[in-house]
């Protein structure tokens, strides 16, 4: 079965940082991401990366947000610096076995898997 398990998430004032992390069950994916979804609004893209470690962000996040992964713990992150208030959100993990457009799934989150999620909160 396959499970993507978040943590990291948290409560921090505007400025400061948090890493999100999300724990693999058994297989490599060559897609995987970083969405998120504020109450009242549609759920949207904020980073992918495939296995190639080649990455794509939202324009919201770039220069502010990073994702990697360790291929050996199965692990993807997520690190958030320079916290804005309008970064509050439920933050899911998402893999595919397949390997997809970065720009596409950011667009259109299609991913086959995805995790429970782990809520960020930012204050002004």
């Known amino acids: 079965q396959v499970q993507l398990v978040e943590s990291g998430g948290g409560s921090v004032q505007a400025g400061g940082s948090l890493r999100l992390s999300c724990a693999a069950s058994?297989?490599?994916?060559?897609?995987m991401g970083w969405f998120r979804q504020a109450p009242g609004k549609e759920r949207e893209g904020v980073a992918v990366?495939?296995?190639?470690?080649?990455?794509t962000y939202a324009d919201s996040v770039k220069g502010r947000f990073t994702i990697s992964q360790d291929n050996a713990k199965n692990t993807l992150y997520l690190q958030m610096n320079s916290l804005k208030p309008e970064d509050t959100a439920m933050y899911y993990c998402?893999?595919?076995?397949?390997?997809?457009?970065?720009?596409?799934?950011?667009?259109?989150?299609?991913?086959?898997?995805w995790g429970q999620g782990t809520q960020v909160t930012v204050s002004s």
């Open positions: 990366i495939d296995q190639s470690g080649s990455t």
């Open positions: 058994r297989y490599t994916y060559n897609t």
């Open positions: 998402a893999a595919d076995p397949r390997r997809l457009s970065g720009d596409f799934i950011l667009r259109f989150p299609l991913l086959q898997y």
